[in-house]
């Protein structure tokens, strides 16, 4: 169960594409193909990890108070899918992996 009150990161298994709405998720343990929305979420998922709590990541990322709820529910969809997930709590040691970034595929040549 999401619980903004603890840490979180994106999924090592999940990259993120930038697109002009936000992002494209692609999850590579799932297959599974998810939409960020706003840039703004696209902040938020890409920065989870270097906060303490989620409550801290909205302040950090500019989300107005009067926004917080949605972006909660938003993020709480991504963890029930698996895009983000709980991390250690600060002072715990845990292997780390990086997500990765989705690159355009070059185009072939005629």
Known sequence: MFDPCRPYRCSPRVALRPEPFGALAYDFGT???SFLKTPELVRVVRTLESHDDVHS???DAGVPEDRH???LAALAGLAEAGTIEPRAEAGTIE???EAGT???RAEAGP
């Open 69 to 71: 709820r949605a972006y």
């Open 31 to 33: 297959r599974r193909l």
């Open 95 to 97: 292997p780390r992996a």
């Open 102 to 104: 989705i690159e355009p």
């Open 57 to 59: 990541t909205l302040a």
